[in-house]
């Protein structure tokens, strides 16, 4: 199972995340187009500079906003909707909204509002709307199946912001600290070192441990800040070593009375919840009625969250749990390829160290295709032809892990 790390001795900021994972092989390009399918009314574009951090290098994104119009001042129903009515991926969506959610439950909290009432300031700009969107894709993009971080410093002092002069951490920062019992250091810093940004992406993704992992590769990202010490973040990827004891587990059940247009809701609040797996398979039930089986792969720790969330969610009266299962996974990776219709993600599988397959992206391809005016299997040729170049890749082979 592919994983990734967060070494936060400095702390987190969104774009510190983001240029972390730019740093670690995400495609500016590809970061380009998520940002473009918001079709957000401000003309956002992204760059990443090489700077230095003390001894360290380091990749620091850089977001470059023009409007006359700007909107800097959003609802979290508008960030939602802005969401759902985007191209991105089904997955990127639900992770985006799910850490908005967990934003707007601390926001809430702090003023003693409802979540709906809630009005990002600083959050609700477009540098952190870009953060929060780019990071679940390049995620999904990388790959990376579970997030994992180290304690955060717990630092003193003020901030100025449009709320007034407030003590740090930032409240909306200290709220997610006690909604998700984040483990945090003492740190003799007096400015803000931890986001509410980069708050909610852990908050809600990761776990707060350091796993054992093969590493595979590091990345970067670059804090704004001069800090006596190196200010960056450093996110590690790597493979899962051992299985964990707690397992995986199956959770189930069959529904014959659900608008089947909740399904596909239902899958997206899983995933961003945790599950490693969600399908469905059509079934007969009692009376020969026609039914749906809800199949999630969950690790035993989110068992009872995911549990929870679909007798909330669907019509059934109970779930049923299958304990203690695992697969035999072939490593996968991302990587893009050059092709004459533009620049397409492959999946790459790993098998004995060699690359046995590789496999274009479906939606990217498809959207290249309308736009050129050309084939899908046109567009998804040439991406096949041009991965060509990763067949003599070598990276470790196959590997047991609890997986889906």
Not at 199 to 210: C, H, K, P, S
Not at 226 to 237: A, K
Request: charged content about 20%; hydrophobic content about 45%; proline content about 5%.
């Amino acid at each position: 199972m592919k994983i990734a790390y967060c070494d936060c001795f400095s702390g987190i900021s969104g774009d510190m995340f983001l240029g972390a994972l730019l740093d670690a092989g995400l495609p500016l390009g590809y970061l380009n187009e998520q940002v473009a399918a918001l079709r957000l009314v401000e003309h956002v574009t992204l760059s990443v500079d090489q700077v230095h951090k003390g001894a360290l290098r380091a990749a620091q994104l850089e977001v470059h906003v023009e409007s006359t119009h700007p909107s800097d001042h959003r609802h979290f129903t508008d960030i939602v909707q802005l969401i759902e009515s985007s191209s991105l991926s089904p997955k990127a969506k639900s992770t985006s909204i799910a850490i908005f959610d967990m934003l707007a439950q601390a926001e809430a909290r702090v003023h003693g509002s409802a979540v709906e009432e809630v009005h990002f300031h600083e959050v609700g700009a477009v540098d952190s709307i870009v953060d929060i969107v780019g990071a679940a894709a390049g995620l999904e993009y990388l790959g990376v199946e579970q997030l994992f971080a180290s304690a955060l410093p717990m630092v003193s002092g003020q901030v100025q912001t449009q709320h007034g002069t407030l003590p740090l951490p930032a409240p909306a920062t200290l709220e997610l600290m006690g909604m998700t019992r984040m483990p945090v250091v003492p740190s003799p810093a007096q400015v803000e070192l931890v986001t509410p940004t980069g708050a909610a992406i852990l908050a809600t993704l990761a776990t707060f441990e350091q796993p054992a992992m093969t590493v595979s590769r590091t990345g970067i990202g670059a804090g704004r800040r001069e800090m006596p010490w190196p200010n960056v973040l450093r996110v590690i990827l790597g493979e899962s070593e051992v299985i964990s004891s707690s397992g995986l587990v199956q959770i189930e059940t069959n529904i014959d009375d659900m608008n089947p247009q909740v399904f596909g809701y239902v899958m997206g609040k899983l995933f961003a919840a945790g599950a490693l797996d969600v399908f469905f398979t059509p079934i007969q039930m009692k009376k020969n009625r026609p039914a749906t089986m809800l199949s999630v792969i969950a690790r035993r720790t989110d068992e009872a969250t995911l549990a929870q969330l679909i007798l909330q969610e669907t019509s059934t009266l109970g779930v049923r749990v299958l304990p203690l299962i695992h697969r035999y996974e072939t490593q996968r990776e991302m990587r893009a390829v050059q092709t004459e219709y533009g620049e397409v993600p492959v999946k790459l599988k790993y098998v004995d160290g060699k690359v046995t397959q590789a496999a274009p992206e479906h939606d990217v391809c498809a959207r290249l295709a309308a736009e050129r005016g050309v084939t899908l299997m046109a567009v998804y040729t040439a991406a096949l032809a041009a991965a060509r170049v990763f067949v003599t890749a070598e990276t470790p082979g196959v590997s047991e892990t609890p997986g889906v």
